[in-house]
């Protein structure tokens, strides 16, 4: 019989043989010199940090770059980065920002920087994805959704470097989630000297390719599906990373990557099972780390396609799934069932919020009642990796698709590759799909704004149930404008209730996050916005030399490695 809590049977060999094959195609193991392997759980949809969407690509350009302004970490509270200071006029609608003085930019075998940071990098990078004329817009064929899903281009009036340290933006009405919104990866700060330096090589695709910018660690090479790597970056005006190098070790099966980690073949995992965290807990060399994330997994249901316009058959669905049975059955103790598409522990969640009852028999009445007596076939589309607010996309389609047979709704399950599935979804291409979101910057508006107003439910927005209903899309727009953080949390009340009533998704589960680490990881934390963040982050063992800086301070305030 197998022995789960101490990893011993026969599966756990299979797996431990498994990770080692996979060490095998690393250039670096953790036994080499101040070498933080990292298990991620998949490949970047790109590299370039203005246009991923994904925790698992915004954590590939964190070790790279850095935005004008940040967030603390282990909170969701704005802080100076590379602009030391910023002021706001007094309508809101003028942002001044001075940049630190000094601030170098990495180079690499084909480029070497000749200055530091200054304003005309902040024009670069903001006007990139501003201006469909500017010469990179359109280089890697980025489309910049999530910059449009926010309503920047039409929300940005001026961007301009009024010296070499100064650099202002003008909007064209006040917006209080500006400054959240830039602290994000599409606020990430790329060197104009690169772009141009390129640019005159004919070479404009190698930006995207081989990233540079001012962060912690600078980019060394990507092999999809085996590893992306980095090298620390001594001049970094946060000083030196503690460690030499830092390796995403890309191992999609979370039952490899926990073998990993016990072999020590890497050093943290992200997404455990949730079978295996008492395991975890009870094993002398990991420590467990859990967050109250702010994300959401739910069901869209698009109402552009038939028979899901009619708000009948949408709510008809919701009576019937038991939401309940799927977060204890998947997510276990890190779930709780979802009423809103807010989570709980942010602002601006309506805790009265009813739920629809569980009523099959209504259900069908209503299924009757929209020409559908005996039901329906459709496809339920579901992810094909482990996330955060999903960790298990199959186990929670079959047991949708087992609640809906009860009404007579006939479902065929099914998925893709995850950049391919991902494509699809922000496409529109799924009547029904399962998908979820991980805050990217602790406002309400990144969910309700940017998963349900109107402006992302164009072809390619992340409003994946193409649903744009007027009132609810003044209510956020309105809530945009205010300075009152009440006030604003009164209109997300309003609006929460309206996706109550049409029903354009059903949402399923908020999650808990854990993440795996050996004893000897000193320095990480949890972050309530999904990043898994290397600042700072060490290892345990021999005095890691002069010139380091060993001593950083920690991440943040939640879920500290000791």
């Known amino acids: 019989m197998t022995d789960r809590r101490n990893g011993r049977g026969p599966r756990a060999a299979i797996l431990r043989r498994a990770a080692g094959c996979a060490a095998l195609l690393l250039l670096a193991a953790p036994a080499a010199a101040r070498t933080l392997v990292f298990c991620s759980e998949g490949n970047p949809e790109s590299l370039n940090p203005q246009i991923v969407t994904t925790t698992t690509g915004m954590d590939a350009a964190w070790p790279v770059f850095d935005t004008l302004v940040a967030f603390e970490p282990g909170t969701t509270t704005i802080r100076p980065s ?61 489309q910049y959704a999530y910059f449009r899903d926010l309503g920047l281009p039409e929300l940005i009036e001026a961007v301009e470097a009024v010296d070499a340290r100064t650099v202002r933006v003008r909007l064209r009405e006040a917006d209080a989630t500006f400054l959240p919104n830039i602290a994000m990866t599409l606020g990430a700060v790329q060197s104009a000297e690169y772009a141009a330096f390129l640019a005159a090589a004919g070479e404009a695709e190698r930006f995207d390719r081989e990233p540079i910018g001012t962060g912690p660690f600078s980019f060394v090479a990507f092999q999809p599906d085996v590893a992306l790597r980095y090298r620390a970056f001594p001049d970094h005006w946060g000083g030196r990373p503690p460690v030499d190098s830092l390796v995403f070790s890309i191992t999609p099966n979370a039952a490899v990557r926990l073998a990993k ?78 009423r809103s598409p807010l989570p709980p522990n ?41 996330r955060a607010y999903n960790p298990n996309g199959r186990r929670v389609a079959d047991m949708i698709q087992a609640d809906l047979a009860r009404i007579g709704v006939r479902l065929r399950l099914v998925t893709d590759e995850w950049a391919a599935y991902r494509a699809k979804m922000l496409a529109g291409v799924p009547a029904m799909a399962l998908f979820g979101w991980t805050a990217d910057n602790g406002d309400p508006d990144n969910f309700l704004g940017v998963l349900l107003a109107c402006a992302p439910a164009r072809p390619g927005g ?21 300075p009152d ?36 990881v000193t320095g990480y934390r949890m972050d309530p916005l999904g990043r898994h963040l290397f600042r700072g982050v060490g290892l345990r063992g021999p005095d890691p030399g002069p010139g380091t800086n060993a001593g950083a301070g920690p991440q943040g305030a939640a879920g500290r490695v000791p």
């Not at 590379?82 to 001075?98: C, H, I, K, N, Q």
């Not at 480029?111 to 990078?125: K, M």
């Not at 209903?469 to 945009?480: E, G, H, K, Q």
């Open 82 to 142: 590379l602009a030391e200071s910023w002021t706001v006029s007094p309508d809101g609608r003028s942002y001044t920002f001075a940049l630190r003085a000094g601030v170098p930019f990495h180079g690499n075998a084909r480029f070497r920087p000749t200055r530091p940071l200054a304003a005309e990098d902040v024009v670069f990078s903001l006007s990139r994805q501003w201006r469909d004329d500017h010469p990179f817009h359109r280089v890697s064929g980025g």
């Open 261 to 338: 980690v016990r072999a020590g073949e890497c050093h943290l995992m992200p997404f455990p099972n949730p079978a295996d965290l008492d395991a975890i807990m009870a094993d002398p060399g990991l420590t467990l780390m859990r967050e109250e994330e702010l994300n959401v997994g739910y069901l869209a249901l698009n109402v552009t396609r038939p028979p899901f316009d009619d708000l009948r058959v949408r709510r008809a669905v919701a009576m019937a799934i038991d939401k309940a049975a799927i977060v204890a059955g998947v997510y276990g103790p890190g779930g709780t069932v979802a």
């Open 346 to 386: 942010l602002w601006g969640h309506d805790p009265g919020l009813a739920d629809p009852p569980l009523d099959r028999p209504a259900a069908q009445r209503l299924l009757a009642e929209a020409g559908f007596p005996s039901g329906f076939e459709a496809e339920l589309w579901y992810p094909p990796v482990s």
């Open 462 to 482: 992340s409003n994946v149930a193409r649903w744009c209903d007027p009132a609810f899309d003044s209510l956020v727009t309105r809530a945009r404008r205010l």
């Open 485 to 520: 953080q009440e006030a604003r949390a009164a209109l997300y009340r309003e609006a929460q209730g309206i996706v109550r009533r049409e029903v354009p998704w059903v949402p399923i589960a908020h999650s808990a996050v854990f993440v795996a680490a050996r004893r000897e």
